[in-house]
C-alpha cells in the first residue's frame, strides 16, 4: 500500500480495460475506530500483509454497482470486513458479491466520516467524506473524476439521470473538501489532488453547464 497522505493508503492500481487508458484504486483510510476500505481493486491480494501491519479492514464500502467484483468477497473473509453499499445498488452488486449491510440515507460513522448518496451516475451512487484531521478528504467515485487537469462526469446511456446527476454535483458543490479522491484516474495521473474551494467550484459549476448542455463528459 502506498501512502497517499497520513492516515489514507492506496492499493496498486488496477488497469481497466477501456481507453484511454484508465486504473482503479482501493483506498484505506486508518482510524481508530477501525480502518475502512472505499472502493475495490483486484490487486489487494498481494497487499494483504501491508494491510495487515496497518491495522487491517473493519469495513468496506463501494461507490456504486460497477466496482463490485470477486475482490470484495475476499477482502471480507480475510479481514472479516462487510461490504456496504446503496440500497440501490445492492440487487445488482448481490450478483457479484456478498453484500452485507446498505444504506439509503446521509449519515456520519463515529464522527469523522460521512456517507453522502449522490445519485446520477448510477441510482445509488455515493460519496465519501473523511476528516482525516489534517485534510477533508472527498472520495468521489464516478461521479467526478479527471482526464488531465479538468474534472469531468460520467454520463451513461441507459443508466445515469441527467437531472439527478446535477443535483448531486450542486450538493458536492457545497461540501466542505480540500482533497479530492475519484474512484478512477486516467493514466499516470495522481490518485488524489489538493484543492481550494473557490477551485473545486469552478470545476463542478463547469460540469454542471456541460451537463445542462447536454454534453456527457
Same mark, same amino acid.
Given at each position: %500500500?502506498?501512502?497517499? +497522505?497520513?492516515? +489514507?493508503?492506496?492499493? @496498486?492500481? =488496477? !488497469?481497466?480495460?477501456?481507453?484511454?487508458?484508465?486504473?482503479?484504486? @482501493?483506498?484505506?483510510? %486508518?482510524?481508530?475506530?477501525?480502518?475502512?476500505?472505499?472502493? $475495490?481493486?483486484?490487486? +489487494?491480494?498481494? =497487499?494483504?500483509?501491508?494491510?495487515?501491519?496497518?491495522?487491517?479492514?473493519?469495513?468496506?464500502?463501494? /461507490?456504486? #454497482?460497477?466496482e463490485a467484483a470477486p475482490v470484495c468477497d475476499w477482502v471480507a473473509e480475510t479481514f472479516a470486513a462487510p461490504l456496504h453499499c446503496h440500497e440501490s445498488e445492492e440487487p445488482s452488486v448481490a450478483e457479484t458479491c456478498a453484500v452485507a449491510a446498505t444504506f439509503s440515507k446521509r449519515h456520519v460513522l463515529d464522527g469523522d466520516f460521512e456517507v453522502i448518496p449522490t445519485p446520477g451516475h448510477t441510482r445509488g451512487a455515493t460519496a465519501f467524506l473523511w476528516d482525516s484531521g489534517a485534510h477533508r478528504v472527498l472520495f468521489t467515485g464516478d461521479t467526478i473524476f479527471a482526464r488531465g487537469e479538468r474534472w469531468i462526469a460520467a454520463v451513461l446511456d441507459g443508466v445515469s439521470d441527467r437531472? #439527478?446527476?446535477?443535483?448531486?454535483? =450542486?450538493? &458536492? #458543490?457545497?461540501?466542505?473538501?480540500?482533497? *479530492?479522491?475519484?474512484? *478512477? !484516474?486516467?493514466?499516470?495521473?495522481?490518485?488524489?489532488?489538493?484543492?481550494? $474551494?473557490?477551485?473545486?467550484?469552478?470545476?463542478?459549476? @463547469? &460540469?454542471? =453547464? $456541460?451537463? #445542462? $448542455?447536454?454534453?456527457? /463528459?
Amino acid at each position: %500500500m502506498d501512502e497517499v +497522505l497520513p492516515g +489514507l493508503y492506496a492499493s @496498486a492500481p =488496477e !488497469t481497466l480495460p477501456f481507453g484511454p487508458p484508465y486504473q482503479l484504486r @482501493a483506498f484505506l483510510l %486508518m482510524r481508530d475506530s477501525g480502518n475502512l476500505l472505499l472502493y $475495490r481493486a483486484d490487486t +489487494l491480494g498481494p =497487499e494483504r500483509e501491508a494491510i495487515e501491519q496497518l491495522g487491517g479492514i473493519s469495513r468496506q464500502y463501494l /461507490n456504486h #454497482r460497477h466496482e463490485a467484483a470477486p475482490v470484495c468477497d475476499w477482502v471480507a473473509e480475510t479481514f472479516a470486513a462487510p461490504l456496504h453499499c446503496h440500497e440501490s445498488e445492492e440487487p445488482s452488486v448481490a450478483e457479484t458479491c456478498a453484500v452485507a449491510a446498505t444504506f439509503s440515507k446521509r449519515h456520519v460513522l463515529d464522527g469523522d466520516f460521512e456517507v453522502i448518496p449522490t445519485p446520477g451516475h448510477t441510482r445509488g451512487a455515493t460519496a465519501f467524506l473523511w476528516d482525516s484531521g489534517a485534510h477533508r478528504v472527498l472520495f468521489t467515485g464516478d461521479t467526478i473524476f479527471a482526464r488531465g487537469e479538468r474534472w469531468i462526469a460520467a454520463v451513461l446511456d441507459g443508466v445515469s439521470d441527467r437531472e #439527478r446527476y446535477i443535483e448531486s454535483l =450542486e450538493l &458536492i #458543490r457545497e461540501l466542505d473538501f480540500d482533497v *479530492i479522491v475519484p474512484g *478512477i !484516474t486516467s493514466d499516470n495521473r495522481p490518485n488524489h489532488a489538493y484543492v481550494e $474551494r473557490p477551485e473545486a467550484q469552478r470545476q463542478i459549476d @463547469a &460540469i454542471i =453547464e $456541460r451537463l #445542462r $448542455r447536454g454534453e456527457d /463528459n
